[in-house]
């Protein structure tokens, strides 16, 4: 009498399918960055676009998998013995189950760690959106706004009191200070009281020579480029957001239905590597 085939727990033999299974996929992948880094000619520039190569690099990457779940299900199969297709499918499942865990240990979980960057930065850009804003108003106001030392603002504005406060009798620093502070208050605040809307006219028609209904449409043309400015910011940020999350959601249906053919690529090997009962007898 023959010995019975040799077949090792089913613990060992569903670890030994997913160590397999791991091990040949990267192998092929090996073989896929070798292939693709030979289609490279930078001297000719006969080289695939970058749409051709992604597109190539993830068909690839799913083959390999599927080869390596496929082998992996088989070896798990075979070493454990069964002849039952149940037990050999959830062998199956098993192997499909470790290899990815143990994938997703070695890589650093890679597709969580995308779609946690791209949450974040969908959430940086929404967030950005009151300081672009402001941002926006700042860079509308052009001359009449000078950008200042937060101290140099501080002494210009205490000049600026010690002359007496009359636009016309203060220096050009001394206005440009206290014209800065008024719109930095408008940028912080939304609007300003109708007193500082007041001076801040006197001060921008004193400093450009203007009349007071031309320094008041000036502010108010700034005020509209600014509002146009920041309302166009915020769009292009939700168009951003928007972008982002649905590059995130497409990302992973199709990692969900990598996964699923994965799983069903080991439980066919799994299949496929089952003992008959006939070869059982035969040994027996």
């Known amino acids: 009498m023959r010995p019975p085939f ?15 299974a791991i091990a040949v996929g990267v192998m092929l992948n090996v073989l896929g960055v070798a292939i693709g880094v030979s289609t490279v000619d930078a001297t000719t520039g ?3 676009s970058a749409s051709s190569f992604g597109i190539g690099g993830g068909i690839w990457l799913l083959v390999a998998n599927l080869i390596g779940l496929g082998v992996g299900g088989y070896v798990a199969a075979r070493l454990s013995g069964t002849s039952d297709g149940t037990d050999s ?3 199956g499942l098993a192997v499909w189950g470790i290899a990815f865990l143990i994938s997703a240990v070695l890589l650093g979980n890679v597709i969580s760690g995308a779609a946690s960057t791209v949450v974040q930065g969908a959430s940086s850009i929404l967030g950005g959106v009151a300081q672009g804003a402001g941002q926006a108003v700042s860079a ?17 504005a205490q000049a600026a009191l010690r002359a ?7 220096t050009s620093d001394q206005r440009n200070a206290e ?10 605040s939304g609007n300003l009281p109708a007193g500082d809307r007041e001076r801040l006219n006197a001060l921008v028609a004193a400093e450009y020579n203007l009349s007071p209904q031309e320094a008041q449409t000036r502010l108010q043309q700034v005020e509209q480029q600014a509002t146009q400015t920041a ?17 995130a959601a497409t990302a992973a249906y199709w990692a969900f239905a990598a996964m699923l053919l994965g799983a069903v690529a080991a439980v ?10 006939v070869a059982v007898r035969r040994y027996a």
């Open 6 to 20: 040799p077949h090792a727990s089913p613990g060992g033999a569903v670890f030994a399918g997913g160590i397999v």
């Open 46 to 48: 006969d080289t695939p």
């Open 89 to 91: 499918s959830l062998h």
């Open 140 to 156: 509308a106001a052009g001359p009449v706004a000078q950008r200042l030392d937060p101290q140099q603002l501080v002494d210009r």
């Open 164 to 170: 007496g406060g009359d636009p016309a009798a203060m």
């Open 179 to 188: 014209i800065a502070s008024l719109l930095t208050r408008r940028v912080t």
């Open 231 to 247: 309302q166009q910011a915020e769009q292009a940020a939700r168009q951003a957001a928007d972008a982002a999350a649905t590059a």
């Open 268 to 277: 066919l090997g799994a299949r496929f590597g089952t003992r008959t009962m």
